[in-house]
């Protein structure tokens, strides 16, 4: 089952590059990013129609698993995944929940809950949940780096972003915002915006 969480990281790989992005863009804004997709050609937005259908027969599909078997937490998690790649917080969020009622502690799904939480405009619940993903795995990387991006651009808390983000360079040293900018450089570079 591990390669399925595998496979929505990479899915969720958008949404950190546009974290990234603003990191190194607009950090000192404040502003919050967004999720976006870029316009395409017509025959681009065709395709992206037909996709969108397509994930959509996936979602039901899926629904219709989680009734069947409703005290299956990979079910639930699935399903989450499915919400959260269709931007649907709200649910999401519930079928994380669910999940982690059935197997608690899981720190990937509190880690993805986390994320829906911030998308929801609930930063403070998303930190909640990602405190509990690194108290259920000290050394998850990505919990600790939402929760810098959480502390940087919702709460507003430099500080706190930057210790987090130097506990997890404590752990990988080589660790990369998902653009693929060294998070030591990205650091850095904050830093240096502060001093000038």
Known sequence: MQPEKHEGYIKKETMYVVIAVSLLV????????????????????????????????????????????????????????????????????????KSLELAPGDPDVLTDLGVMYRRNGQPDRALASFDKAIAAAPNHEQARFNKGVVLMFDKKDEAGALKIWEELLTINPMAAAPNGQSLKDLIAEIRKEHKE
Not at 28 to 45: A, E, H, N, R
Not at 67 to 92: C, K, M, R, V
Request: glycine share 10%; no cysteine; proline share 4%.
């Open 26 to 97: 607009g950090f000192l804004s404040g502003v919050v990013f967004t999720i976006y997709k870029s316009p395409g050609s017509s025959s681009g937005q065709v395709q992206q129609a037909a996709q969108g259908q397509n994930e959509g027969h996936d979602l039901a599909e899926i629904e219709k698993q989680a009734q069947e078997s409703p005290n299956d937490p990979e079910i639930w998690t699935h399903l989450g995944h499915a919400y959260f790649d269709a931007d649907q917080y709200a649910d999401a969020i519930r079928a994380y929940t």
